[in-house]
């Protein structure tokens, strides 16, 4: 079955940095673009940033743009989230997500999901 697991979620300091890491198996990875996604308390998931099947495309929602860098590993099976200037308003919980094709920014398109890790920013 699918399983995508992430990891490196904690507390840092506001300015800090963080990386997230999320391992999928179960699927045939370079055939999926991957995607990660973030929700706050009492807030509707978000989009985050996401990554074509091949590693060459890339999109990232406005606020973190400049700030968070996502990569992958086909080799691995893995895709990562660099995240640096880490800011207060970036607290949530973080999951990663997978989706056959290309990459999208809706997650009702997406086909699998991790179970999130929690990333808080204290000021």
């Known amino acids: 079955q699918v399983q995508l697991v992430e990891s490196g979620g904690g507390l840092v300091q506001a300015g800090g940095s963080l990386r997230l890491s999320c391992a999928a198996s179960g699927l045939t990875f370079s055939t999926y673009s991957m995607g990660w996604f973030r929700q706050a308390p009492g807030k509707e998931r978000e989009f985050v940033a996401g990554i074509g099947w091949s590693g060459r495309s890339t999109i990232y929602e406005d606020s973190v743009r400049g700030r968070f860098t996502i990569s992958r590993d086909n080799a691995k099976n893995t895709t990562s989230l660099q995240m640096n200037s880490l800011k207060p308003e970036d607290t949530a919980v973080y999951y990663c997500?997978?989706?056959?094709?290309?990459?999208?920014?809706?997650?009702?398109?997406?086909?699998?999901w991790g179970q999130g890790t929690q990333v808080t920013v204290s000021s």
């Open positions: 997500a997978a989706v056959r094709g290309v990459v999208v920014t809706f997650d009702s398109e997406y086909d699998y």
